[in-house]
């Protein structure tokens, strides 16, 4: 089955580098991402996690919690964290979970139910293994990307979508294109030009059905 928006995320137990954990506990009431790698000792995703490392208080600002999965051992992440924190020039409090038996990967359809890891294997045996998740406090799937393996993720761009998650989470409301936090935003076509009105104050009205309020709380 695959795993789509608004879906569960899947639970699991897993050994992480900061001990074992049981994902919707571990997650409790904050928001969370999960972003996946094929493969330890890989140089992009060496700097993705330095990417990730260097925005600890902005991650932590936003009340979300991230965990990385590598489908390699607790002891090679350990000696991979090294390697990211001098790539990075600071610290990664961030876990990384042993997914060497493949089951995060396959519960969130990264990879096939049959698929295993081969004797030899290189990063390319698991490269759909690079997927970001954003999930809700209510434990859904807010968002997904899912990248190639020649492909940098951009985290500002991560951080941006999430903010645009926490945004319009319970809010009547959507983010247009290339939104950014404090800009106006998008009133649902579940209300009335009057309802919005009343709800968020001036309407700027640019099409019937694309009505432009200014963010809430700003």
Partial sequence: MSLRINDIAPDFTAETTDGEISFHEWLGDSYGIIFSHPKDFTPVCTTEFGAVARLAEEWEKRGTKVVGVSVDSVEDHLKWKRDIETFANCPAN?????????TVAKLYDMLPAEAYLP???????SATVRTVYIIGPDKKVRLMMTYPMSVGRNFAEILRALDAV?????????TPADWRPGEDVIAALSLTDEQAEAKFGRVDRKLPYLRFVSQPGR
């Fill in 119 to 125: 004797d030899g294997r290189t990063a390319n045996d």
């Fill in 94 to 102: 961030f876990a990384i979970i042993d997914d060497t038996s493949l």
């Fill in 166 to 174: 926490q945004a319009t989470d319970g809010v009547p409301i959507a």
